[in-house]
């Protein structure tokens, strides 16, 4: 079974850029995450969603940061305009479905702003 | 929302030394609690998770022991080997659960 994918796995970017960020969960995995890590500390939860619908964006700060799963597989984060303050790494995991805890995590993509 | 507080932050011990690694959480209703270790610059890999209607689990070198009442619960590593070194998270859930709040994680070290 493949794992969680994601892309690009490093990005630099200038403050006020715009970036995006794919993941792919594991196949018929239905509920999807993603996560941000600052360094040296644990995940955050930003936006999960069932299939294409965001049931839990209460994390996302939205002025900036936005994420779709149109078709209910792979999703994108994006953060128009990046700061400073969003370096970190963004972690993607999938799960069955709802009622499945375990979730499991992609490589992530580690963002560097300057 | 759910607090997680993990110690030690960073663990050094002996090739063949016993780990350990303890978590508390705030939330009573919290029914989940799975681990992660994270090596450098990888994903953060499930190793062993407990519920709440369990007080211990074990796999092979690796054990969690949960008390619920004192809303804490520890990860066990025996006879350490070198590929222990890694950053180990600890993990609850929320009612829901499935939101997961994330301890801020412990940098274990195995000296050979």
């Known amino acids: 079974e493949a794992g969680v994918v994601q892309s690009p796995r490093y990005k630099i970017i200038e403050k006020k850029q715009p970036v995006a960020f794919w993941c792919n969960p594991i196949?018929?995995?239905?509920?999807l995450y993603w996560y941000r890590q600052n360094l040296g500390q644990g995940p955050e939860l930003l936006i999960r969603?069932?299939?294409?619908?965001?049931?839990?964006d209460s994390q996302l700060p939205k002025d900036r940061f936005s994420a779709e799963r149109l078709k209910g597989v792979d999703s994108t984060l994006k953060i128009q305009p990046a700061e400073l303050g969003d370096s970190a790494v963004y972690l993607c995991?999938?799960?069955?479905?709802?009622?499945?805890?375990?979730?499991?995590f992609g490589p992530g993509t580690r963002l560097l702003v300057l | 929302g759910e607090n997680v507080e993990q110690h030690p932050s960073t663990l050094s011990v002996q090739e063949g030394d016993s780990a350990v690694i303890k978590c508390t959480y705030s939330?009573?209703?919290?029914?989940?609690f799975p681990w992660y270790k994270q090596e450098l610059g990888k994903r953060p890999q499930l190793i062993i998770d407990?519920?709440?209607?369990?007080g211990e689990k074990k796999d092979q070198r690796i054990a969690v022991t949960l008390n619920k009442t004192a809303k804490h619960f520890s990860l066990h590593i025996t006879e350490t080997q070198p590929e222990d070194s890694a950053v180990y998270f600890c993990?609850?859930?929320?009612?829901?659960?499935?939101?997961?709040?994330f301890g801020a994680g412990t940098t274990v070290t195995v000296r050979a």
């Open positions: 196949s018929g995995h239905n509920t």
């Open positions: 995991a999938s799960s069955r479905d709802n009622w499945s805890e375990t979730q499991y």
């Open positions: 969603y069932e299939n294409e619908e965001a049931v839990d």
């Open positions: 993990a609850a859930s929320s009612q829901e659960g499935y939101k997961l709040s």
């Open positions: 407990i519920r709440s209607n369990v």
């Open positions: 939330d009573s209703a919290s029914n989940y």
